[in-house]
């Protein structure tokens, strides 16, 4: 295969300022090179078919509709202000729209339209029937105690109801930074006992929902589940490994993370359980370094000690549910004491694998020449400017993009969204007539054999293997939520490859995703056809 490939290096992209700018340039490069093909490929005259996909392509690239809301809060304090937040849904060219919601003082309405762009392109990337959208709400959460987040999303849920912003068949929300399963939670009671309270699929309005209130298990770690395989199915391929001169396999490799939160912790316990070794973590706070590895479940203990009764540290945050909580926490990953603190800038600590896990625009026209690992897993959404993506190219580094590599969150929000549709977890119907199915299956081996061999010996024993005694008698929603995701990310890595290899991208999985994505909703508009 080739390393370098032709068709990425040719087009320079300068260093996008904004996020929704960063987005747009990578779909324009898509965008441009899908183009003429696209019109070789529909029906109509000659002369119309250029500018009727060139119609559709700028229509995907447009955000539909956006929800702009301001309402009053009280503060706890008894004082007032204004919080403001937004709705984007990106594409309607499949429905329900689909994307998460996001606390964060530095959100604005352009990085929620990029945030629901990116949830279009992932969702096609991986097969999932979702327009793409995204929620952001400008608040430090910091800031605010659980009763004032529970009322700022509360009424949040209520605007987005009352506009066609939520609605199990509509718009699909999710959590995402500084959201959790309580915020769902919140958001799931609010939408079933007001707009959604004469629809039986209520609770399908949205996912990463506490078990109790329809979740499903293993959505927690979806998307650090979903970064190891996506990891897992390009550092096992030695045709790319061998272009960035790395040997396949995880056991022995070195990553460093940044960020520990939902999505970063579970990351770092795959990724070690798989044997590679993760020697820096970063937070906003700072980092720790220790080159012969930190172990990911020290490291959570440490975040979050257990109770002692008399003890008085903050209660912790994660994994927070509205139940009262049973752990302290340091809050921080700081001061772990079997590393060292960290001061430099972590992104440009040696490594194998580089794990951005945090927010967008962390790598840079200015850092990635100082990069030094060989693979960037963009675990986090929008991480690497264009600029930043040119310079790895050209450094030979493989970088898996986001809108494959975190896409687990959302395949596992999709089958949960299902679960809810179907009002019943999975297996539930199906678990004892398989384990009966394998008993009377190993039975009739007995039989047959004993039949064919005679019994002067006794029975003849038919031991299962531990693996198959594992498959029939321990299966779990879990195991095959997981089974699910670890086949979605499987065939998107497929199809990304075979995208790379037909356009000479060589590297450039970043762009042969997006032609994944865009072939796909391409053909879903032009086969509905878009226009009144
Ligand atoms: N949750 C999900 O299912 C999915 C999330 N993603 C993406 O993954 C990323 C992380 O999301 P998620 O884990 O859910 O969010 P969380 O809020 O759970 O965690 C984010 C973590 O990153 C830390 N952080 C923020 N800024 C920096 C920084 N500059 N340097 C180092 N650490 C930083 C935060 O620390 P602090 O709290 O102190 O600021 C926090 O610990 C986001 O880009 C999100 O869009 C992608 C797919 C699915
Ligand atoms: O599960 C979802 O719908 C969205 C998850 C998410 O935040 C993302 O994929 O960026």
Redesign the pocket.
């Known amino acids: 295969m080739w390393c370098r490939g032709t068709a990425g290096l040719a087009r320079g992209s300068p260093d996008a300022p904004g996020l929704l700018a960063m987005v747009e340039a990578f779909y324009g490069r898509a965008a441009a090179m899908v183009e003429a093909e696209a019109a070789a490929g529909v029906a109509g005259a000659q002369w119309d078919r250029l500018p009727w996909v060139r119609g559709l392509l700028e229509t995907i690239r447009r955000c539909s509709y956006v929800l702009e809301v301001a309402f009053p809060l009280r503060r706890d304090s008894g004082t007032w202000e204004v919080v403001r937040g937004w709705r984007a849904q990106h594409s309607q060219h499949c429905l329900p729209c689909?994307?998460?919601v996001r606390f964060s003082s530095s959100i604005g309405v352009d990085e929620v339209k990029a945030?629901a762009a990116?949830?279009t392109y992932?969702c096609a990337v991986v097969d999932l029937p979702f327009g793409g959208a995204m929620t952001g709400v400008r608040i430090d959460p910091k800031k605010y105690s659980e009763h004032e987040l529970e009322k700022i999303t509360r009424h949040f849920t209520v605007e987005m109801s009352k506009k066609g912003f939520i609605g199990p068949g509509i718009d699909?929300l999710?959590?995402?930074v500084s959201t959790g399963e309580r915020e769902m939670s919140w958001i799931a009671d609010t939408y079933t006992h007001t707009l959604g309270y004469r629809d039986i699929n209520a609770q399908a309005c949205v996912?990463?929902k506490p078990i109790s209130q329809g979740g499903i298990h293993g959505r927690h770690s979806a998307?650090g589940r979903g970064v190891l395989h996506g990891i897992e199915n390009y550092i096992t391929n030695t045709d790319y490994m061998d272009c960035i001169g790395l040997s396949p396999g995880f056991p022995g490799k070195t990553f460093v993370l940044q960020g520990f939160g939902k999505v970063g912790r579970h990351t770092m316990k795959y990724l070690h359980q798989y044997g590679a070794r993760c020697i820096c973590v970063g937070e906003t706070d700072g980092a720790i370094y220790n080159p012969r590895g930190i172990d990911p479940k020290e490291l959570q203990d440490y975040e979050q000690v257990k109770f002692s009764s008399e003890g008085s540290a903050p209660c912790c945050q994660a994994g927070s549910s509205g139940v009262s909580c049973s752990f302290q926490s340091h809050g921080t990953i700081v001061g772990f004491p079997k590393a060292e603190p960290y001061d430099g800038s972590i992104l440009e600590v040696p490594c194998d694998i580089l794990i951005p896990a945090a927010i967008e625009k962390q790598l840079t026209r200015e850092n990635a020449p100082r990069v030094q690992a060989k693979i960037i897993a963009e675990a986090a959404?929008g991480p690497t400017t264009p600029a930043a993506h040119e310079i790895f190219l050209q450094r030979n580094i493989l970088v898996i993009p986001d809108v494959y590599v975190?896409?687990g969150?959302?395949t596992v929000?999709f089958f949960e969204w299902l679960k809810n549709l179907n009002h019943v977890s999975y297996g539930r119907l199906s678990f004892k007539y398989e384990w009966e199915s394998s008993y009377y299956l190993l039975q009739s081996v007995q039989h047959s054999l004993e039949q064919w061999f005679g019994k002067s010996r006794g029975e003849i024993p038919i031991i299962p293997s531990p693996e198959f005694q594992a498959r029939v008698t321990g299966a779990s929603e879990k195991d095959i939520v997981y089974s699910g995701l670890a086949y979605t990310m499987e065939q998107s890595a497929k199809q990304i490859m075979a995208m790379a290899a037909r356009y000479n991208l060589g590297l450039d999985q970043r762009t042969a995703a997006y032609l994944c994505a865009l072939e796909k909703v391409l053909t879903v508009y032009n086969e509905a056809g878009f226009t009144y």
Do not use: C, E, Q, Y
């Open positions: 689909k994307g998460g945030l990116l949830m992932k699909v999710a959590p995402d996912t990463g998307t959404n975190n896409a969150g959302v929000s």
